[in-house]
């Protein structure tokens, strides 16, 4: 790889790392230069919830090359993390086993969100316009539950658009997955935090983010998909202990 840089840094990187980047950036561009685009992006490419009007089944895929206009530091975040681990990995495993593991990481970070997001859709709403009216959780859930059970059109209204609004977008998921294949090839290859300059294992730092992350899922309310950037690293090692069992985790041959 540093032989290459040579010819240019572009250059140097492996082909569908590269496009990768590229695809991410495009659609940042024309949501950040476009903003009348923005809303219509997210709402058609980002993963909704299943059973949601705005839901799609294309957006399990669709969501991992959507960032926020107004978050130029998600973007970058994940192209430089994309270009840091993806490019070694792609030039160990080869470009279609590469894609094959980016895009399972981020599928299977979808799927793991889409089941939070059934699990915890209703205690999210009748939490959120509990406090709206001063009520209690039961009191408020005993009111729901009889508006919906009525038929009561406004609830069924209200709850429609609250789970439109319920929308994940970025590459995280398949990122997350990604740093976690970089530790199964280099478990003992030292890595540095921002600000840190104390040298880390890989193996340490993926435990630690692994943990730090279930914990913001389960206590954080960040609007940050935590579970999601779990699920791509859960797809992640299901693959990479496939691929350990075959014998074929730094490389050989794959089809």
């Known amino acids: ?86 490019s070694t990995l792609e030039q160990i495993w080869g470009s279609k086993r590469f894609l094959v593991f980016y895009l399972v990481c981020g599928i299977g970070a979808a799927i793991v969100q889409e089941i939070v997001w059934v699990l915890s859709w209703n205690h999210e709403y009748v939490s959120g316009i509990a406090r709206l009216n001063g009520l209690t959780y039961d009191h408020m859930k005993a009111v729901v539950d009889s508006a919906i059970a009525k038929g009561d059109s406004n609830f069924l209204s209200a709850i429609a658009q609250f789970k439109n609004q319920m929308v994940t977008i970025g590459a995280s998921g398949a990122v997350f997955g990604l740093l976690l294949g970089f530790a199964f090839v280099f478990p003992n290859r030292p890595l540095y935090l921002f600000f ?53 985790l730094r490389g050989d041959n794959f089809y």
């Open 196 to 248: 840190i300059p104390v040298p880390i294992k890989a193996k340490y730092m993926m435990i630690g983010y692994g943990v730090i992350e279930f914990f913001l899922g389960v206590g954080a309310n960040d609007m940050i998909a935590h579970f999601a950037h779990l699920g791509g690293m859960i797809f992640g090692l299901i693959i990479l202990l496939y691929w350990k069992k075959k014998g074929i």
């Open 1 to 86: 790889m540093f032989g290459n840089y040579r010819n240019g840094f572009w250059a140097s990187i492996p082909p569908v790392t590269k496009n990768l980047i590229i695809i991410n950036v495009l659609i940042w561009l024309v949501e950040a230069l476009f903003s009348g685009f923005a809303d219509t992006i997210v709402r058609v490419l980002g993963l909704h919830l299943v059973g949601a009007s705005n839901f799609n089944p294309v957006q399990v895929v669709t969501y991992m090359f959507v960032h926020s206009p107004s978050s130029p530091f998600h973007v970058l975040f994940n192209m430089f993390t994309l270009w840091m681990f993806g």
